[in-house]
């Protein structure tokens, strides 16, 4: 009943779908070892800006070489943003519950999750763009993750810093440059936290 090739019962195209499903879900595995094994060397902000950055890239090429019906190089762009993106999904929760102050941490995280979640019960209406213009969903999504990304230069970087536990903490956390890679990034103990 089964062949290398899928099972008979089903046509070519669903054969495909498992398969792309299949690789999508493995594309995950490494993201998240990988993640954890540059996690306490690679500061948050430039860990979040380039997964986020680089994964809207991919997308943009799956839209390019989605639009020229290149099936191969649109699923193997889609496998590297997969990747990309499960890298920053996982380094979020962990960069927003560092960010929030202790007495606001668990309101903050779980408003955060919601939001997500908003967003992603909104993605099968995205996919259907794809109906009308076979590039549109990956160019939705590229432009979301890169907003996001950029959004996330004005954040603090908290690698090395103690968390902080009350509002006041929170208001005092402060960097100096916009950029990830530099500025006057103080440690906690040099701002007397």
């Given at each position: 009943?089964?062949?290398?090739?899928?099972?008979r019962?089903?046509?070519?195209s669903?054969?495909?779908?498992?398969?792309n499903?299949?690789?999508?879900?493995?594309a995950?595995?490494?993201?998240?070892?990988?993640?954890?094994?540059?996690?306490?060397?690679t500061r948050?902000?430039?860990l979040?800006?380039g997964?986020?950055?680089?994964?809207a890239?991919?997308?943009?090429?799956a839209?390019?070489?989605?639009?020229?019906?290149?099936?191969?190089?649109?699923?193997?762009?889609?496998l590297?943003?997969?990747?990309l993106?499960?890298?920053?999904?996982?380094?979020?929760?962990?960069?927003?519950?560092?960010?929030?102050?202790?007495?606001?941490?668990?309101?903050?995280?779980?408003?955060?999750n919601?939001?997500g979640?908003?967003?992603?019960s909104?993605?099968?209406?995205?996919?259907?763009?794809?109906?009308?213009w076979?590039p549109s969903p990956f160019?939705?999504f590229?432009?979301?993750?890169t907003t996001a990304?950029?959004?996330?230069?004005?954040?603090?970087?908290?690698?090395g810093r103690?968390?902080?536990?009350t509002?006041?903490?929170a208001?005092?956390?402060?960097?100096s440059?916009?950029?990830?890679?530099?500025?006057t990034?103080?440690?906690?103990?040099?701002r007397?936290?």
């Open positions: 009943m089964c062949s290398p090739s899928g099972p019962f089903l046509p070519e669903a054969r495909w779908l498992i398969v499903f299949l690789l999508i879900g493995l995950e595995v490494p993201a998240h070892i990988g993640l954890l094994l540059i996690l306490d060397r948050r902000k430039l979040l800006l997964t986020q950055l680089l994964g890239g991919a997308c943009l090429g839209a390019a070489f989605a639009w020229l019906e290149m099936a191969w190089l649109t699923v193997g762009l889609c590297v943003g997969q990747f993106i499960s890298a920053a999904f996982t380094g979020v929760y962990l960069y927003s519950a560092e960010v929030m102050p202790t007495p606001l941490r668990t309101t903050g995280i779980g408003f955060c919601t939001l979640r908003l967003g992603s909104l993605c099968p209406w995205v996919i259907l763009l794809g109906d009308t076979k160019i939705v590229a432009v979301l993750t990304g950029l959004l996330a230069i004005w954040l603090p970087e908290t690698l103690r968390l902080p536990e509002l006041e903490d208001e005092k956390v402060e960097d440059c916009c950029c990830c890679w530099g500025g990034a103080h440690s906690a103990n040099s007397g936290l």
